[in-house]
């Protein structure tokens, strides 16, 4: 049974696109995440929902918007899609934000290629 | 702000040999600090974590790591290599309120 799960697993969209992930985990996690890992492999957090509520915003262009419609799915929306965009998008869970001690759970990733 | 440096970009071990994968931390307050193995084209797995405790933290695979809080570091180890350990590993740490920072990686390649 796969944990955490992500559609589609590969991207392939020209500039200007609208175009969305999907995330679904099935661990009863109540925390769920979005990192983008570029093309250095460095990987950087983007959004983190705690029971579908919004807790952590880093340095994201507002092009990008997250959804979590119940506490096991967490959807990445992307509009107007750039170069830049290209990476490797990973979903994740954990048990919660807090304690700090909770590791995360992450999903095969999604390879997101603009053109 | 917090930081997480992994000084190797590759390290190379023979099969069987002991094998390190460095991590030295920057955080607020007590550290949490994690290990994560990347396969190519997988998602990250999770190894092993430090929160309080003991220094030498057990995990899966039969790695383990050393926690040194006066030289911020944090250290993977496993006594023999396996071919099937090479993969992409990183360290990663939090503290405070702050989010999960991850070191850039380190490149594990075992040699048969």
């Known amino acids: 049974d796969t944990a955490v799960s992500q559609t589609p697993k590969y991207l392939v969209t020209q500039m200007g696109n609208d175009k969305s992930i999907k995330c679904e985990q099935n661990?009863?996690?109540?925390?769920m995440y979005w990192y983008k890992q570029d093309s250095k492999k460095f990987l950087k957090i983007m959004f983190s929902y705690n029971n579908k509520e919004l807790i952590i915003n880093e340095t994201v262009p507002n092009r990008f918007s997250p959804k979590s419609p119940d506490k096991a799915h967490l959807n990445l929306h992307i509009n107007s899609l750039e170069l830049g965009d290209s990476a490797v998008y990973f979903c994740?869970?954990?048990?919660?934000?807090?304690?700090?001690?909770?590791?995360?759970?992450f999903g095969p990733g999604t390879r997101l290629t603009v053109t | 702000a917090q930081s997480v440096a992994q000084p190797e970009d590759q390290v190379n071990v023979a099969e069987g040999n002991p094998l390190t994968v460095k991590c030295t931390y920057s955080?607020?307050?007590?550290?949490?600090l994690f290990w994560y193995v990347q396969y190519p084209n997988r998602g990250l797995q999770f190894l092993l974590k430090?929160?309080?405790?003991?220094?030498l933290v057990k995990g899966s695979y039969g790695f383990e790591a050393e926690f040194n809080k006066s030289q911020t570091s944090f250290h993977l180890k496993k006594p023999s290599a396996l071919v099937s350990d090479s993969a992409l590993y990183f360290c990663?740490?939090?503290?405070?309120?702050?989010?999960?920072?991850f070191g850039k990686g380190t490149m594990l390649l075992v040699s048969p």
């Open positions: 661990l009863g996690h109540d925390t």
């Open positions: 430090y929160i309080t405790g003991d220094n």
């Open positions: 955080v607020s307050g007590n550290p949490y």
């Open positions: 994740a869970s954990s048990r919660g934000d807090r304690p700090l001690s909770y590791e995360q759970y």
């Open positions: 990663a740490a939090r503290g405070g309120y702050s989010t999960l920072t």
